[in-house]
C-alpha cells in the first residue's frame, strides 16, 4: 500500500507541472546560431579535387568532372586544363553528418546550412544533386565577427598591402 500512495503522489506532482512539449510543425524551434542542418554547396568554388569524397568515411559524396582546356591568355603562352564539374551528389541517407567533408575541402566550396526540413517519403530521393545543393546557400549564415582584439588575418594584410612600385630614376 505505501508504494500505491508513493507512486499516485508522484503522477500528481508531475500532472501540476506547465508540460515541456514543443508544438513543431505549428511553432518553429529555436535554433541556436551555426546550427548543423545540411551541407550546402557553392558551385563556383568547388574545383573537383576530390577531396570531400576521399575523406567521407561513409563514401556518399559522388563527384563527376571533365577536364576542358583553356587557349593561352599571352601570345606565346600554353593551354592550361582546368576541371570543369559535371555532376556532386550528397546521398543524405548515408551521410552521418560528421563535417569531415567541410572541413577538408581547400576551397570553401561546402558549407552548414542550419536548414533540417528535408525529409523524403522515398529514400531513393535523399540523394541530392548540386543544384538543390546550391539552392541551400542562401542560408547559410555568415561566418563570426574577429574578435576585436585579435590580429588582422594575413589574407587581409596582404590584400590590403599596396603594390610594389619600380624604383624612379634620378639624374
Known amino acids: 500500500m ?25 511553432v518553429q524551434p529555436y535554433l541556436p546560431p551555426r546550427t548543423r542542418g545540411v ?19 561513409n563514401w556518399c559524396i559522388y563527384i563527376d ?3 576542358e582546356t583553356l587557349p593561352a591568355t599571352t ?15 550528397i546521398d543524405f541517407s548515408l551521410c552521418m553528418y560528421c563535417g569531415i567533408c567541410i572541413e577538408v575541402c581547400p576551397f570553401d566550396a561546402l ?4 536548414e533540417f ?11 541530392h544533386e548540386k543544384a538543390r545543393l ?6 547559410v549564415p555568415p561566418p ?3 574578435d576585436p582584439h585579435s590580429a588582422e588575418p594575413q589574407e587581409t594584410t596582404a590584400a590590403n598591402k599596396s603594390a610594389r612600385t619600380a624604383p624612379t630614376e634620378s639624374t
Not at 601570345?75 to 551528389?89: I, K, S, T, W
Not at 558549407?111 to 542550419?114: A, E, V
Open 39 to 57: 551541407i550546402a554547396l557553392m558551385e563556383e568554388n568547388c574545383t573537383s579535387c576530390m577531396s570531400c569524397s576521399r575523406a567521407c568515411p
Open 65 to 67: 568532372s571533365h577536364k
Open 134 to 139: 546550391g539552392q541551400w546557400m542562401a542560408t
Open 75 to 89: 601570345e606565346g603562352g600554353r593551354e592550361r586544363q582546368r576541371n570543369v564539374l559535371d555532376r556532386f551528389a
Open 111 to 114: 558549407h552548414w546550412s542550419p
Open 117 to 127: 526540413e528535408y525529409a523524403e517519403f522515398d529514400i531513393l530521393d535523399l540523394v
Open 144 to 146: 563570426p565577427a574577429l
Open 2 to 26: 505505501p508504494g500505491l500512495i508513493k507512486g499516485l503522489a508522484t503522477t500528481a506532482r508531475t500532472l501540476a507541472r506547465p508540460t515541456q512539449t514543443s508544438e513543431y510543425p505549428d
